[in-house]
């Protein structure tokens, strides 16, 4: 079945460091990819989505490309913040395998960002 | 245009009592999904409703669980007879229509079990 592998964390950075987060998936179909942040103690926000290969999301400084050949979607940011904290989730949603949007989720990675 | 809300925040049961979730969609929305997000894991999908139905219910536990949407008034998660393993955030999530390629997540409820 479908499923989606993200790196394992936590993730330390320090203020102003490259972030990426890397986001791998496997589907049959032709799914959207998204970026979901949750901030602690707080619900999912959706970060930014892709709904086509080559298709880049951004939202906030981050971005992602939807690459097809790769089947991969990871996240990245040039110049992180310490209110970037959180944990990321990466998430796939294949509406034509079972005719509504199904979201699957990576486990999530956690990110630190220390001053 | 308020999001999707849920309630309880956080709620405590004993072993072996009932717990009831509710989840008020975003105005307009008339799908709900629930998610279960075990500690340090990802969110794995419960259930997922329309108004009076129940679409895909392929995530829920066969026993003790049970979800409804009905005509009027909010979604209810319900769990009879909790146990410790229950304990986790339980989210909700709304979409306007069934193919709408974006779900909107609510604040979640945190279910402790002593």
């Known amino acids: 079945g479908d499923s989606v592998t993200q790196m394992e964390g936590p993730v330390t950075l320090s203020e102003e460091a490259f972030l990426t987060i890397n986001c791998t998936y496997t589907?049959?179909?032709?799914?959207?990819l998204f970026w979901y942040v949750q901030y602690p103690g707080e619900g999912l926000q959706l970060l930014l989505k892709?709904?086509?290969?080559?298709d880049k999301g951004s939202n906030k400084g981050f971005e992602a490309t939807y690459r097809k050949e790769t089947t991969s979607f990871h996240l990245e940011k040039g110049s992180v913040q310490v209110s970037d904290s959180a944990v990321y989730f990466c998430?796939?949603?294949?509406?034509?395998?079972?005719?509504?949007?199904?979201?699957?989720f990576g486990p999530g990675t956690s990110l630190s960002v220390i001053p | 245009n308020a999001g999707v809300m849920q309630n309880p925040r956080h709620l405590v049961r004993r072993r072996g009592q009932e717990a009831r979730l509710r989840c008020s969609p975003m105005k307009g929305h008339s799908h709900v999904y629930w998610y279960r997000q075990l500690p340090e894991e990802g969110l794995k999908f419960m259930v997922y409703l329309q108004k009076e139905n129940i679409i895909d219910e392929s995530g829920m536990p066969k026993e003790r669980f049970s979800a409804e949407f009905p005509k009027e008034g909010p979604s209810i998660l319900r769990i009879q007879q909790v146990v410790r393993g229950d304990s986790a955030a339980y989210f909700c999530?709304?979409?306007?229509?069934?193919?709408?390629?974006?779900?909107?997540f609510g604040p979640g409820t945190r279910l402790t079990v002593l």
């Open positions: 998430a796939l949603s294949d509406v034509g395998k079972t005719s509504y949007d199904k979201v699957i």
């Open positions: 589907a049959t179909g032709y799914p959207s």
């Open positions: 999530a709304s979409s306007p229509r069934r193919e709408y390629n974006e779900q909107f």
């Open positions: 892709a709904t086509k290969a080559d």
